[in-house]
Each structure stands twice: as structure tokens, then as C-alpha cells.
């Protein structure tokens, strides 16, 4: 390598040096700004996914997820009705017949139930089945209602939602035609869950499905086909979604 081959590579050195250091300011900066340190009597959920540095941008499936991985461990311990919970799910029971799937679930957990003859089924609301402004509304009216529960658990402790009506919310999410994300899970196919509180549901709402058989972009098709199939919160044409039992 001649004197001016060795300069050149001394240069460009540099400036990846200098070139990385921007990058990693930038990305320490956005992961400060992430999780809102608001006293939990001023927290506002809507608020700070707003003001977060991932709102109106594409693409945060990969940093939220970062945050996530980084900041809350992996449990084995059970799931909570009330809770919000990111798990893994690259194998379902029907994986042949579905359509299509997320193999990884960010879900309102609902509650457990046993199917005759069958293990323990867990059934739950997924936000990745929407576009992230109907996740961010729905996110903050969860959060809303069930406030004076969710306020205790921003310290990390896991409180089970008192009184968690999840028929009633299963209507009310019927009646504003969003029931599509309902689906149940076999748990001892749920890989990696972990339990989000409440001060990251400004990050988990920024996550993306990983859907199988089918994109993203045909996920919300069919959302927005079957809100289309709906008069006065009365579902035309019902017909059995094969894809509810995942």
C-alpha cells in the first residue's frame, strides 16, 4: 500500500469512527426519550407515545423491540388477566390451515380457559392486527379504564386487573368493529413471553407483527374488509375466521 493509499484509509477510518459516534449519540438519545418519566399521577399514555421519537415514523418494529429485550426480562411465571404480553408463537396448532399468523404476538391478555381434553388456552387481543393510530387509541382506553390498576404496577409489580370484565371489553371491541384482533393461543406453544407494564406500553405500541403466509400490508386488507362487513355493530354474513384459533 503506497503513502497515499495508507492516507486515504487513515482518513476514511476517521470519518467511520466519527460517522459511528453520531450514530451511537443519536441512538442513545432516542432510547432516553423512549420510556416517559412522568410521576404516574401525570402520566399520560397517549401523550407520550406522541411525544416519542418513533411517532409518525415506519420502520421501529427492530428499536422498540431493542428496548424491550433490554430493559424486561423473560418470565416463565403465568400471564395475569389485564396484562400486556409479548411472546413468540412460530409453531400453531393450525399452522397448515391458517391463512396467516403473527409469530410474534403483542396481546392484552384476556384469560385462560381449557379446552375439553386439550392443555391451557389463553385468549387475548392482538394490537398488531391494526395500523399503529387505531393501536395507540385502543392502547390508551385500556389504560384508561383500568388506571387506578395499572398505576400500581409502574414500580414492576404484577397486579391481576380487579374485576377484568373481558366480555364486556370483547363487546365493546365488537361494537367499534375491532373484535378481527381476538385471537387464542395454546400457551405451552408460547415461547419468550415477556410481561410489559404500563410505562412500556409507549414502546410495545411501536412493534410490528411477524406475520407468516401473508404481509403486513394484507393483514390490514382483511381488517379493513371485515370493518366494511359490519352494519350498526351487527356482523353481515358471519361466517367462522379459522385464523381466531392460532
Known sequence: MGIKDRIKDKIDKKKNALKKKRNDDNTRKTRERLVDKKAVKDFSLIKSIKKSPLYGRSGNDEIARKV??????????????????????????HKEELEYYDASPCTIFFGVYTPKGKGKHIVGFNIHYYPPKIRFQVMNKIFEIYRPIYEKCFDGARKKVADFDFQTLIKQLQVAKLDFGIREYDLKLCKDIKHIPPQYWQVAVFTEGWFKKQTREAILKYWDQYRSNYVYGQQKNKKPDKNKKQ
Open 68 to 93: 424491550l429485550d433490554e430493559d424486561l426480562s423473560k418470565t416463565s411465571s403465568t400471564v395475569l388477566p389485564g396484562e400486556l404480553i409479548l411472546f413468540k408463537y412460530f409453531e400453531p396448532i
